[in-house]
């Protein structure tokens, strides 16, 4: 019986050293899942403000678009009354 009982208990220790090396792993794969969630919200962080800055360079560019064309809009008007020839696109 005692024989029986060390082999039980023998049994047991190896399920039990096995369960610790899967409890390891998944500890491991937990900080790895961690980290990689971590680098994962960094990059979307990046993302958001590069279209943050693409939205005001569009901004920026569309207003310095209607600046030019009101100046070209003038530079036609005015070009005649001094009597300098200007060409659009010229």
Do not use: C
Not at 4 to 10: G, K, L, S, V, W
Not at 48 to 66: F, K, N, P, Y
Request: glycine fraction near 4%.
């Amino acid at each position: 019986m005692d024989e029986r009982f060390r082999q039980i208990d023998e049994r047991f220790r190896q399920v039990d050293f096995r369960f610790d090396r899967v409890e390891a792993r998944l500890e491991r794969l937990e900080d790895d899942f961690r980290d990689l969630s971590k680098k994962q919200d960094r990059t979307l962080e990046i993302l958001d403000g590069i279209a943050d800055r693409l939205d005001v360079d569009d901004s920026e560019r569309v207003a310095a678009s209607a600046q030019t064309n009101r100046h070209e809009d003038w530079i036609e008007e005015a070009a005649p009354v001094v009597g300098i020839p200007y060409h659009a696109g010229a």
